[in-house]
């Protein structure tokens, strides 16, 4: 028996690919976000990085258009990888992890530009999808 079956017959768990390059150019040559981003478009990470520094910078409406570009760059890779619009999207995955960080960056920019539903709507995808990103990222 698999430990890993799902008992609630819901969807398995989606797993995104696992690309070394991007994170490897992140760590090892000390490429920005940007660079990194420009040379791989649908790296979420590096569309989250770039969310969080514009933020972190006082640029919440860049935040919101670098998160949403990340997000959907996400939600096209999920739907490749066979998701069908819900189920879990476990943080412990490191590829799934720049989808999580950009749909919180999301979620706190909407929710600094007043834009409430859309970072409600946010929030809750992000739990619902990841329980402990939700906890991971909502106390940032």
Request: net charge negative; hydrophobic share 40%.
């Amino acid at each position: 028996m698999s430990i890993h079956k799902n008992l609630l017959d819901g969807p398995e768990p989606t797993l995104l690919p696992e690309d070394e390059q991007p994170y490897r150019m992140l760590a090892e040559e000390s490429a920005s976000p940007a660079q990194v981003a420009a040379e791989f478009p649908t790296f979420s990470l590096a569309w989250a990085m770039l969310a969080d520094d514009a933020y972190d910078a006082g640029h919440v409406v860049e935040s919101y258009a670098y998160a949403r570009t990340g997000y959907h760059r996400g939600l096209d890779a999920l739907r490749r990888s066979g998701w069908k619009g819900h189920g879990p999207v476990p943080w412990e995955h490191r590829a799934n992890r720049g989808f999580l960080r950009c749909l919180a960056a999301l979620a706190r920019a909407a929710d600094s530009i007043k834009e409430t539903e859309e970072a409600d709507r946010c929030w809750q995808f992000l739990k619902d999808s990841s329980l402990a990103g939700y906890e991971e990222l909502k106390g940032q």
